[in-house]
């Protein structure tokens, strides 16, 4: 199979990791004959300091052209003074935005072996390990409503609007529900209706939805008792369906949840089998270019990107198994070190991984 990949390694330890992620994608077009043909293109700080804006339409034109994007992170303290729409993030929800990624499915595993690194007691956490799916709007809310600064007698003012259509809420809703049917079918739909219309619209919307699908089991929660659940009772989840900014707060803490965020991979799909794989963290300013950074999140992000725009299933899991091995075999980058585990660097994490492929 030949496939194009638009590359976007960004800032921090985007490139640490993306590097890992594109060998392991190597090593699999090595194992079965795959070509994969990639394109680099700049957007965020590294666009920035070219070309002077977080994302041009060329780096767009190519991802467009493209059948997947892979994705470092964005950002760092260097572009944390520019006006928001200047900064590397404003790159990073254009790009979401231009390509049309409402959805993105984050899965939050925790591996039986990773139960140490895990913050909560293994009473909470069961020992069989956590298994659940935040499914995050990616387009809308308040990352995309209207906004404004500005400065009268009480100093300065600024607002956000989180704004969505029935037909934003429905799209993502179904994502959640179709999920939810593939897995164990109980679906949470995320959302604060008891002080906000936006969730109110979004609670009506998902009961309309609910219809098409009986055999699901919905339940509601505030995102307040929610982000409270997930550290009491985590193994109360299946799916979770929730708006842009809940989702982004609520998947940081399932990544923590499941050992670290270092974990975490993500897929951002508009309802084509074209799509953008990223890790769920950022560009760890603090550990950049250092070899310390987990390439795990980033190399399952291109295992989704195998399954979920390939259709590559059983490449897919073959790195899912190389990665499970070698976390057996007792291997661990600094966030998800314990007691008695071998310490490694970014790049030999990639390839302990590879080697195993
Ligand atoms: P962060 O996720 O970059 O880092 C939070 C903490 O987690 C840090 O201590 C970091 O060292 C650690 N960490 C993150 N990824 C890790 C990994 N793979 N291995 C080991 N440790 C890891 O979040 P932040 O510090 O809030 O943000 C830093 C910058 O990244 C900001 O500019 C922010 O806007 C940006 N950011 C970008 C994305 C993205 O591009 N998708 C996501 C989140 C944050
Ligand atoms: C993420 C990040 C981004 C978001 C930022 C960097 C714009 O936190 O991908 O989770 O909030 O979506
Ligand atoms: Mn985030």
Not at 127 to 149: I, P, Q
Not at 152 to 164: C, H, I, Q, R, S
Not at 237 to 244: A, P
Request: charged share 25%; proline share 4%; glycine share 10%.
């Amino acid at each position: 199979m030949e496939k194009k990949i638009a590359v976007i390694k960004g800032d921090g330890i985007g490139p640490d990791v993306v590097e890992q992620a594109m060998a392991v994608l190597d090593k699999v077009c090595e194992k079965h004959g795959h070509k994969f043909v990639y394109t680099e293109v700049l957007a965020g700080g590294a666009s920035l300091d070219k070309f002077g804006v977080p994302l041009t339409d060329e780096t767009v034109k190519v991802c467009k052209a493209s059948d997947a994007v892979l994705l470092g992170a964005m950002g760092g303290p260097k572009w944390d003074t520019l006006p928001g729409n200047l900064r590397p993030e404003a790159g990073l929800l254009s790009i979401r935005n231009q390509l049309g990624l409402f959805a993105n499915l984050r899965p939050a595993v925790m591996y039986q072996e990773l139960s140490g690194a895990c913050p909560l007691k293994e009473s909470v956490t069961g020992t069989e390990g956590l298994d659940f799916v935040v499914v995050r709007e990616l387009t809308g809310g308040a990352y995309f409503g209207k906004r404004d600064t500005g400065s009268d007698e009480n100093g300065m003012w600024a607002y956000d609007t989180m704004f969505y259509t029935e037909n934003e809420i429905r799209r993502i809703v179904k994502v959640g529900f179709e999920l939810a049917m593939k897995r164990d079918k109980r679906l949470t739909s995320v959302d604060k209706a008891n002080v906000l219309d936006s969730s109110r619209l979004w609670r009506k919307v998902t009961l309309e939805v609910a219809k098409d699908y009986p055999e699901v089991k919905l339940n509601h929660l505030y995102v307040d008792n929610c982000a409270m659940q997930l550290v009491i009772n985590p193994r109360q989840f299946d799916v979770i369906v929730t708006e842009n900014l809940f989702g982004d707060i609520i998947s940081d803490e399932s990544s923590m949840i499941t050992g670290s965020i270092g974990m975490l991979p993500s897929a951002s799909m508009g309802g084509t089998s074209f799509g953008m794989y990223e890790p769920i963290h950022g560009s760890a300013p603090d550990i950049a270019g250092q070899d310390k950074a987990n390439p795990i999140a980033t190399i399952l992000s291109v295992a989704m990107m195998l399954r979920l725009s390939f259709g590559l299933d059983a490449e897919a899991a073959e790195i899912e198994a190389a990665v499970k091995k070698v976390l057996e075999e007792g291997y661990r980058t600094g966030d998800i070190m314990s007691e008695g585990k071998t310490q490694v660097g970014t790049k030999e994490m990639g390839s302990l991984i590879r080697d195993r492929i």
